[in-house]
């Protein structure tokens, strides 16, 4: 048994490192170093984030957090991102490694530039 890809998400601009789909909203988020969120039943693409400091904080990986509108993106520079679908709000985690033991502490509230339906 075959299948026929029905949609195409074309606006990546670089290899896709990641892809997830929330349930709860049933959207697509994917990252090609900036999160794209999508709408995968017609292939319309919402909203574009980037990070205003895009060289050093690429996204390389997402994950949703079970029964909520978030989902989480691991930077190359050793934070993580929480990613409100709904607002594209995000807070940034950094990990601080003192005395060989590792704190996560709230690092600032990210600033994305966000492009709408391109």
Same mark, same amino acid.
């Given at each position: 048994m075959s299948a026929n890809c029905q949609w195409t998400y074309a606006h990546h601009k670089k290899a896709v490192l990641s892809v997830l789909f929330q349930e709860q909203l049933h959207i697509a988020a994917s990252t090609d170093g900036?999160?794209?969120i999508w709408d995968p039943?017609?292939?319309k693409m $919402?909203?574009?984030?980037? *990070?205003?400091s895009s060289k050093t904080g690429q996204i390389c990986c997402l994950r949703s957090?079970?029964?909520?509108h978030?989902?989480?993106g691991a930077g190359i520079?050793?934070?993580i991102h929480v990613v409100d679908s709904r607002t594209s709000q995000a807070y940034e985690l950094k990990v601080n490694s $003192?005395?060989?033991?590792? *704190?996560?502490?709230l690092y600032k509230i990210v600033k994305f530039n966000v492009a709408f339906n391109i």
């Open positions: 900036v999160i794209h039943f017609v292939g $919402l909203r574009v984030l980037e *990070k205003e957090v079970q029964n909520s978030q989902f989480l520079d050793s934070s $003192l005395n060989n033991r590792i *704190k996560w502490s």
